[in-house]
């Protein structure tokens, strides 16, 4: 071998390299990023358009399905949802994962710039911008004091956005609560009619009057002057004292209106409570803090947490500042308890080697290749562009055992030729080049099974990718050490004489070869007994088929939902709530809340859901709670007392879901009901809805349909439209202006600008009678409104929602505490076969349950390309075809652990599970391939038959197999125990499948590989 040879002439030279990747390794870690996950680019697109003042269904005809039409065309659309509501049309355009995000950017705002001219003229220009789903406020800061809500809003716009966006790292800032200033001009309707003043007129001449514009320059002598027109109002008095042409002649502004300094009308409104310090405010500004797609989630918390000192003092001395939520404590507990959990496992597996060695220089040789291995893993990680998360660092503790079982098989070969008299050179010469073949076909079976997983096609493929890729990195440096740094210290720091290790030494020696012994008499019996031999097969084939149904057993779901302490609680009052009434509902939740000591702070608003949930009748309540390390019940627990205790307030939906940064926030059950017809469709929803409301396991069922406010709907009379001189166009106007109200202009204040809107007092425009009387000013005289339209009531909708261009209503759900998704979900589908739907109309999952199902394909296909894979490379490496089938032969024999590691330890067979089954694949093989490339040697080498060859071969090899297991059980044993208070749920997954996959793998293949190895290869020897 001539790495090892190298490393044994020229040790100084090859020490020298590996210094090279632990020196490049060790800067790499220092200069990566920190994350909780990998960065994930999902090419979506969201264009979102306000008309202000018109119902779903115009938004619906008029603006969302205009849009549809003409993004629809472009190429590699994986899915279109679309959301037509009051006053704003919002379309998300998801693409596959190989679009290119800015092409898909550039290509949208192409295809809704062609169509502008379609659009009602009074709507705001599309806004058309990418989307991350997954992408969270890193921090949001809490701006309070007592000051007036214009006044919180006014400093969290003007002064901490501008301080906030220039962190290093900040993309964008959100911001919540508070009020907005705005300069109000308000008219009554008796004014309109004494004055013959038209609304739509008077807010032509707001904007005529209001301009500051340049008009050139020209050049006298040397100089160039130039001319400007300032005809700004220069404060709110000369607004006031602005002449207005009425049938009476001019009068001032202020005589025919009123002219207020307040704010927008607010629909929304955000609280703060502090559960700990027993403090808080009903008047807060919450700005959440979004990094670009390169930022360092901690580092920018840490520089927004060094300059808070610095912001407070931009603020008055009654306003103050804190921060609520900070997403970098739990990324950076998850990082910590992941490296703790690869150091103990570094550590057990030295002590299980030292245990099988017992000699404390070839144990040091061999532990040095896992943090040697580990640390220069991260050189490839950094040049990979990855970042460190729970994904890469779970890839480094998933190898710990994996690292050592290649230097684990040669040291325990070059002890093999020290004990057979060999000096130090020698053995480490020998002993490295006689197992090359199987130290190297273990770790490419290892390689051909991860390349599939960090190639997955999927969303959650694209998740696991770091994961993958990084095992590969740390498989292919663990391969460098086995090679170069364990002969190398073998040759020169092996003792000259073996001794027996001390009482211990030779106890463990002892055991040892009474082990050995008892396996070659057990072997000797299977295999010189073929009806012995196929009842040990038969035997493992009636655990396989029980262990398939304690796997029914086994729940099914999408992820393992971590433990962040987040918990959501959404609030749905019947239509017509104020948003004070609604407020007070929310008062009695929060009064809850604060009797519980596990509860943190809590952060209401009121107004909304999310994006596409808005009222004055919804609201939603952050609830962070206490470290998970300082509390006994679990997230999932305590959202099952809260919904317990909020079932008894009357009037209220109310969802409780615990969050988790695994996924997008949503209720993991979506179903889509899509069809033509709104009637029909909401007539099978609720057939659907009656069907599946009993399944036990879903808390909080309900749709997305949602019955409208009450429209009044007025409809010209065009002949009376055209002897008035009016237009529709004109009554549009009117009627916006005084119900609504409309922007008009502009008014500048030391350098800001602020909304001046025209409209008339609410209270003159609340019933329908007002509506009906309303003042409509034309060339011809005035008319009222029920003169020149028919006024009448129709039923209108809240929310009307598309998906793939199809009017859907999406049927959502929680899963209770105790349920698995996946048992859900089928319950489900054999209710829903029980229905008929009319051509036109389906059914369709989405969200979790989609992901699921695509997840469960991929990793089904992705089993299959690593199977053939190994079998190919087996065969290479073998020269047989049939000796592959017998090793793959252990895969099976490892679901029987899986199945039975994953039902006693109460985990459920999720994404993360299936990983590990497929990374199974490359790890249980490695026992057989170690046993028959032996036998194979002594058949070819010493001439010896089948069944003498397995009898020596595998007793041989019994040592270095116990040695790999057990190494890579308690390298992984952190993980499944579950160590660690963040993101434990995501390890556990992985070590539960891994070290039960092993431990049925190993002890049943020990008999059963070489029983059908003897009786096929004797077969094919006649």
């Known amino acids: 071998m001539i790495l090892s040879d190298l490393s044994i002439k020229r ?21 990566l990023n920190l994350e909780l996950f990998p960065d994930i680019s999902l090419p979506a697109i969201t264009v979102q358009t306000v008309y202000a003042g018109a119902g779903p269904r115009e938004i619906e005809t008029q603006i969302t399905k205009p849009i549809e039409d003409a993004v629809s065309s472009i190429s590699n659309i994986d899915y279109m949802r679309s959301y037509s509501m009051e006053g704003v049309s919002i379309v998300t355009i998801l693409f596959t994962l190989d679009k290119d995000e800015d092409v898909a950017n550039q290509e949208v705002k192409d295809k809704v710039d062609a169509i502008l001219n379609d659009l009602p003229a009074d709507a705001d220009r599309p806004i058309i911008q990418k989307m991350d789903p997954m992408n969270r406020p890193v921090v949001e800061v809490v701006l309070s004091g007592n000051l007036s809500p214009t006044e919180l809003w006014d400093l969290a716009d003007k002064t901490l956005k501008n301080r906030l966006s220039q962190v290093d790292g900040v993309a964008s800032i959100e911001i919540t609560g508070g009020q907005e200033r705005e300069i109000r001009i308000e008219m009554d309707n008796r004014t309109v009619f004494q004055n013959s003043v038209s609304l739509v007129r008077l807010s032509q001449v707001l904007a005529s009057q209001n301009l500051d514009m340049p008009a050139g320059s020209f050049k006298r002598e040397s100089q160039d002057i130039s001319v400007r027109l300032k005809g700004e109002f220069a404060d709110l008095n000369a607004l ?31 609280s703060f409570f502090d559960n700990q310090t027993q403090t808080g405010s009903d008047n807060v500004v919450v700005l959440g803090v979004m990094k670009t797609d390169d930022g360092n989630t901690v580092e920018i918390a840490h520089r927004i947490h060094n300059q808070l000192p610095e912001m407070q003092e931009l603020l008055p001395a009654q306003a103050s500042l804190r921060i609520a939520t900070d997403n970098s404590i739990f990324a950076e507990d998850t990082a910590d308890d992941t490296i703790s959990t690869i150091f103990l496992g570094i550590i057990l597996t030295s002590i299980v080697l030292l245990l099988f060695l017992h000699d404390l220089r070839s144990t040091v040789i061999v532990a040095l290749s896992m943090p040697m291995s580990i640390l220069s893993t991260f050189l490839l990680v950094q040049l990979s562009g990855y970042t460190l998360n729970i ?3 779970m890839g480094l503790s998933t190898s710990v055992g994996i690292l050592v079982s290649n230097s684990v098989v040669v040291i325990e070969n070059i002890f093999r030729y020290k004990q057979m008299g060999s000096g130090k050179t020698e053995a480490a010469a020998k002993g490295t080049s006689e197992v090359v073949a199987a130290v190297l076909a273990a770790t490419l079976t290892n390689l051909v099974v991860f390349l599939p997983i960090a190639n997955m096609t999927s969303i959650v493929g694209t998740f696991f990718r770091q994961f993958g890729m990084t095992v590969v990195f740390a498989t292919v440096f663990s391969l460098l050490m086995s090679f170069t740094l364990v002969p190398m210290l073998a040759s020169k720091i092996l003792p000259t004489k073996l001794g027996a290790g001390g009482r211990l030494g030779q106890w463990s020696e002892k055991t040892f070869a009474w082990w050995e012994q008892a396996y070659r008499k057990t072997l000797e019996m299977f295999l010189h007994s073929k009806k012995k031999a196929l009842a040990f097969v038969g035997f493992s084939v009636v655990l396989l088929v029980l262990s398939v149904g304690v796997a029914g057993k086994v729940g099914f779901d999408f992820m393992p939902r971590m433990d962040e302490g987040d918990i959501e609680i959404q609030v749905e009052l019947p239509l ?14 929060d009064t809850r809340l604060r009797t519980y000591e596990q509860v943190k702070y809590t952060l209401t608003t009121i107004g909304q859901i999310n994006a596409t949930n808005v009222g004055t009748n919804m609201a939603k309540v952050k609830v962070k709670l206490i470290s998970a390390a300082d509390r006994r019940e679990t997230t999932d627990e305590m959202a099952g007392l809260f919904t317990r205790d909020f079932s008894e307030i ?62 009044i709907a007025l409809y010209p009379d065009r002949k009376k439209l055209s002897d008035a001189g009016l237009t529709v166009y004109d009554l549009a106007m009117t009627l916006r202006s005084a119900v609504e109200g409309i922007v008009t202009t502009q008014y500048r204040d030391q350098g800001e600008e602020y909304d001046i809107r025209l409209t008339m007092p609410d209270m003159t425009m609340n019933s329908p009678e007002n509506i009906r009387n309303l003042a409509v000013v034309g060339p011809n005289g005035i008319y009222r409104m029920e003169q020149l339209t028919d006024v009448k009531f129709i039923d209108g909708y809240s929310k009307i929602e598309h998906l793939d261009r199809t009017r859907t209503i999406f049927i959502t759900a929680n899963t209770a505490t105790g349920y698995a998704l996946g048992d859900i979900t089928n319950a489900i589908d054999l209710r829903l076969a029980d229905i008929t739907f009319p051509p036109g109309y389906r059914t369709e999952w989405q969200g979790s349950v989609k992901m699921m199902n695509e997840t469960i394909a991929d990793m089904g296909r992705t089993f299959l390309i690593a199977l053939i894979l190994t079998y190919m490379l087996l065969a290479a490496i073998l020269e047989s075809f049939t000796q592959p089938l017998i090793i793959l032969g252990t895969v099976p024999l490892a679901f029987i652990g899986v199945f039975g590691g994953l039902f006693l330890a109460g985990v459920s067979m999720n994404s993360i599970s299936m990983m590990a089954i497929v990374m199974l694949l490359g790890i249980v093989v490695n026992n057989a391939i170690l046993q028959l490339d032996y036998t194979n040697q002594l058949i070819r080498d010493e001439n010896k038959g089948v069944t003498e060859a397995l009898l020596e071969a595998c007793p041989a090899r019994l040592r270095p ?3 790999a297991t057990i190494a890579i059980i308690l390298g992984m044993m952190p993980m499944a125990l579950g160590m660690g208070a963040s993101g434990k749920e995501v390890r556990q997954a992985m070590g539960v499948v891994s070290i039960g996959g092993l431990i049925a793998s190993t002890a049943l293949a020990l008999i059963v590989i070489p029983g059908v190895a003897n009786l096929l290869m004797k077969r094919k020897e006649k």
């Open 240 to 270: 006031e004292a602005l002449e207005i042409p009425t049938a009476a002649g001019n009068k001032r502004l202020a005589d025919i209106a009123t002219v207020i300094d307040t704010g927008a009308d607010v629909s929304e409104r955000t």
């Open 576 to 589: 017509g709530y104020k948003l004070d009434e609604t407020a007070a509902v929310m008062d009695d939740i």
């Open 961 to 963: 197999i116990l040695m």
């Open 650 to 711: 009357p009037n209220a939906m109310i969802r409780v879901l615990a969050v988790s940064s695994v996924g997008s926030g949503e209720s993991p059950i979506q179903l889509a009901v899509t069809g033509l017809e709104m009637d029909t469709l909401q007539a099978y929803t609720d057939k659907v809805m009656a069907s599946i409301k009993d399944i036990p396991g879903m808390v909080g069922l309900t749709t997305g349909s949602r019955p409208g406010k009450p429209e």
């Open 391 to 393: 994904m890469t660092l």
């Open 11 to 31: 040790p100084i030279m090859m020490t020298m390299i590996l210094v090279v990747f632990l020196l490049f390794g060790g800067l790499a870690y220092f200069g």
